[in-house]
Nanobody, 122 residues
Framework: QVQLVESGGGLVQAGGSLRLSCAASGRTFSSYAMGWFRQAPGKEREFVGAINWSGGSTYYLDSVKGRFTISRDNAKNTVYLQMNSLKPEDTAIYYC???????????????WGQGTQVTVSS
């Protein structure tokens, strides 16, 4: 099992950037695919992007392609979500998730963090 803690959320103006971090517990971090989801008020949780165990494969929601980048540092048990050119519609709670032996494509997440709020003002 893995425990996940997100950080880095906050308030930013449209066009700005934020980098979210997700720190994972345990010694088997490199065996997990990692991903990010988000949930806006009144909407269902949606997949944002994911990265495979090595960092060699990523997969993104179409609306964030070219703006968001997922990366990971297995030595630090941490996955990142770099968000650039933020839009008001990116406002949501962002959740980190892990899936053991998962793939970036088709990522669903078996373990979840508590979430971090991202608010983009217009």
């Amino acid at each position: 099992q893995v425990q996940l803690v997100e950080s880095g959320g906050g308030l930013v103006q449209a066009g700005g950037s934020l980098r979210l971090s997700c720190a994972a517990s345990g010694r088997t971090f490199s065996s997990y695919a990692m991903g990010w989801f988000r949930q806006a008020p009144g909407k269902e949780r949606e997949f944002v992007g994911a990265i495979n165990w090595s960092g060699g494969s990523t997969y993104y929601l179409d609306s964030v392609k070219g703006r968001f980048t997922i990366s990971r540092d297995n030595a630090k048990n941490t996955v990142y979500l770099q968000m650039n050119s933020l839009k008001p519609e990116d406002t949501a709670i962002y959740y980190c998730a892990a899936e053991r032996f998962g793939l970036a494509s088709g990522f669903r997440g078996d373990y979840w963090g508590q979430g971090t709020q991202v608010t983009v003002s217009s």
